[in-house]
T-cell receptor, first 114, second 114 residues
Framework: NAGVTQTPKFQVLKTGQSMTLQCAQD?????MYWYRQDPGMGLRLIYY???????DKGEVPNGYNVSRLNKREFSLRLESAAPSQTSVYFC?????????????FGPGTRLTVT | AQKITQTQPGMFVQEKEAVTLDCTYD???????LFWYKQPSSGEMIFLIY??????QNATEGRYSLNFQKARKSANLVISASQLGDSAMYFC???????????FGTGTSLTVIP
């Protein structure tokens, strides 16, 4: 049981390049999330998906697109990277409903845009 | 709108002493959950403890307890008998159960002094 996996772990991009961050979970969770973490800002939600085929914008969606490929996979795409997108990106998943349904996080992707 | 506030950017505690990390929240939803996560320097997010808005008793998990004061909208984390391994960033988060989003505070950096 791997939990939430993310690839790659590290990436350096030049301004204007594109890339896709991959995320997969094996816990059969409906909900999946993408966050970015910047110093002093906590975790800010980029996009989330409540179920396969649905996605919704979070707090900071500009410059990003997402795809919920199936129940397991949720990818984040940067079409034209900018230095402001230098950050650590976390994917997470959770069960639905009330209760102790905490989020499970992937190990993160450290992205640098030069 | 949902909001989480952590007003202590950094805290120091002597080893074996107790420490309280503050968290206040704002929501108009009657049903919500409150979560604390630990992020050590290695970067992974570790779930610590959960409190439901309708729970009558404060949550406890080993050395962690959550001091939940609903009227004051506060959910402080108490760590008893601090250990060197407790040095980390700590994030408070909330999930209102009318939606799927989790909202995070900006975090508190805890340093345990030997």
């Amino acid at each position: 049981n791997a939990g939430v996996t993310q690839t790659p772990k590290f990436q350096v991009l030049k301004t204007g390049q594109s890339m896709t961050l991959q995320c997969a979970q094996d816990m059969n969770h409906n909900s999946m999330y993408w966050y970015r973490q910047d110093p002093g800002m906590g975790l800010r939600l980029i996009y989330y998906s409540a179920s396969e085929g649905t996605t919704d914008k979070g707090e900071v969606p500009n410059g990003y697109n997402v795809s919920r490929l199936n129940k397991r996979e949720f990818s984040l795409r940067l079409e034209s990277a900018a230095p402001s997108q230098t950050s650590v990106y976390f994917c997470a998943s959770s069960e639905d409903g009330t209760g102790t349904y905490e989020q499970y996080f992937g190990p993160g992707t450290r992205l640098t845009v030069t | 709108a949902q909001k989480i506030t952590q007003t202590q950017p950094g805290m120091f505690v002597q080893e074996k002493e107790a420490v309280t990390l503050d968290c206040t929240y704002d929501t108009s939803d009657p049903s919500y959950g409150l979560f604390w996560y630990k992020q050590p320097s290695s970067g992974e997010m570790i779930f610590l403890i959960y409190q439901g808005s309708y729970d009558q008793q404060n949550a406890t998990e080993g050395r962690y307890s959550l001091n939940f004061q609903k009227a004051r909208k506060s959910a402080n984390l108490v760590i008893s008998a601090s250990q060197l391994g407790d040095s980390a960033m700590y994030f408070c988060a909330m999930r209102a159960y009318t939606g799927n989003q989790f909202y995070f505070g900006t975090g508190t950096s805890l340093t345990v002094i030997p």
